[in-house]
């Protein structure tokens, strides 16, 4: 499926940001590459652009969209002070199967064109996400207001008094949007919500409800205030550990946003922070009380930044597999660094040659947890397990742990702790999943009978 992207405005109320609004920065992209990559996200790879006012910049930035992954073409729009209608019907020639349409100035979550994908839609027919429940972040005054009725969009208007939901301009559109777009323009009405209009009154404009998903029309200053707080929001994940939840997010989080003020890749960050890591570990050889508090300090600012790269990725919508699977690897090899240099320490100190054990044990538990985290974190995140418990036996754990011991200097209870504790968490791991795949053959046993 190809999308429209209207780009076509001169965007006054974010003149003091930038002259140019679908290239307004929005932590560190512009809007309308926002909307290219999350659009990309939900598998479309073909936009086609309306520009108007400064065109010819966003044609220079975004180019033919191979930077992006994806294939851009444009359509200018020498009439962009007109209403939007206008701007869409520039596109008809483009169009002759269904595709999304989409705002350059609405940043949104990719699982709404996930759902718009999946749902049926007739050759005569138009459907339009809303908001039903919109937070206090839009500007409602501003916004399109949408009554509607059963499953169809009954009226349309930003003066409506009479209205249940929002239009978040998020569309899944047939041609059969320019004939009626052609013939709002000929009764006067020159923007898109004519069209949308005459769809309603022959009942052939749908909609859906937007759900727990997220969207925001960034017209002005505090609208992009707002969009990077809930951007920021949605990094939070329901398998981050206490630590990572309520110690390292907020501090990483702010590195975060400085660093996407440079051109470092998120594949850097994460070898940055190995760095900072072994540099760490290495400390901890000496087994010196001084270098153990440097080698606790730095273990602590690696656990910080090590949730940088990922952070950085999300923001700038460029997660790769690979990229989580360096990071997983690169923090392997900090882990065994960190307990191998704490057991040598701690042995070239006291001779006792029971810590070698003791770290073995913690070193094989610790590499259990991070073998078992993605099963274990698809088992947390979809079932029942994130209701009864907030709290996950993760890194941040471990790494707190090190710390805490390194400047405590009390190495050989730390590592007895934190033996014990990695081994039972991969034991308990193991039982968690036994229980949920005896519940799955269950279940399956039960619809086969059914």
Not at 36 to 58: H, M, P, R, V
Not at 61 to 72: A, F, H, M, R
Not at 172 to 191: R, T, Y
Not at 302 to 312: K, L, N, Q, R
Request: with cysteine; aromatic share 8%.
């Amino acid at each position: 499926m190809k999308a429209l992207i209207i780009a076509a405005g001169q965007g006054k109320r974010l003149r003091p940001i930038g002259d140019t609004k679908p290239l307004v920065t929005l932590l560190g992209l512009g809007l309308i590459e926002r909307v290219i990559l999350t659009a990309k996200k939900s598998g479309i790879k073909e936009f086609c652009i309306i520009t108007g006012y400064n065109g010819e910049k966003i044609r220079e930035q975004l180019s033919d969209g191979k930077k992006y992954g994806v294939k851009i073409q444009y359509v200018q729009n020498d009439s962009w002070t007109r209403g939007n209608a206008i701007s869409i019907l520039k596109a008809r020639d483009y169009f002759k199967e269904s595709f999304v349409l989409l705002m350059a100035d609405h940043n949104y979550d990719h699982r709404i064109l996930n759902e718009l994908s999946k749902t049926k839609i007739g050759k005569d027919e138009c459907i339009l996400c809303v908001d039903r429940n919109p937070g206090d972040h839009l500007n409602i005054d501003d916004a399109t207001k949408v009554r509607t009725v059963d499953h169809r969009i009954d009226l349309i208007g930003k003066d409506l008094s009479d209205y249940n939901c929002i239009d978040t301009g998020i569309f899944i559109c047939n041609p059969v949007i320019f004939d009626v777009l052609e013939e709002s323009i000929s009764e006067g009405d020159e923007g898109l919500s004519g069209g949308i209009k005459i769809l309603a009154q022959r009942h052939k404009m749908r909609y859906m409800p937007l759900g727990d998903n997220f969207w925001i029309d960034v017209d002005d200053k505090t609208d992009r205030r707002n969009a990077e707080l809930l951007i920021c929001n949605k990094l939070k994940k329901d398998t981050d550990g206490p630590v990572s939840r309520i110690l390292n997010r907020p501090i990483s989080l702010r590195i975060s946003k400085l660093l996407l003020k440079t051109g470092i890749t998120p594949n850097q960050i994460s070898v940055l922070s190995t760095v900072i890591g072994l540099v760490g570990a290495s400390f901890f050889f000496s087994g010196e009380y001084f270098y153990l508090i440097l080698g606790g300090i730095l273990i602590h600012i690696h656990s910080i930044v090590d949730g940088c790269d990922g952070e950085v990725a999300r923001l700038k919508l460029r997660q790769t597999k690979y990229g989580g699977w360096l990071d997983s690897v690169l923090d392997r090899y900090v882990d065994a660094a960190i307990i191998f240099g704490l057991a040598y320490g701690y042995w070239s100190m006291t001779g006792d040659m029971t810590i070698w054990i003791i770290g073995f044990s913690a070193l094989i538990g610790t590499f259990l947890n991070s073998y078992t985290s993605s099963k274990y974190d698809s088992i947390f995140k979809n079932g029942d397990m994130a209701k009864k418990s907030k709290f996950r036996m993760g890194r941040d754990v471990r790494l707190l742990l090190i710390v805490i011991g390194a400047l405590t200097n009390q190495i050989l209870i730390m590592l007895i702790i934190l033996a014990v504790i990695a081994n039972f968490e991969a034991i308990r791991r193991l039982i968690t999943f036994r229980n949920k795949l005896d519940d799955d053959v269950q279940t399956m046993n039960r619809e086969f009978v059914n």
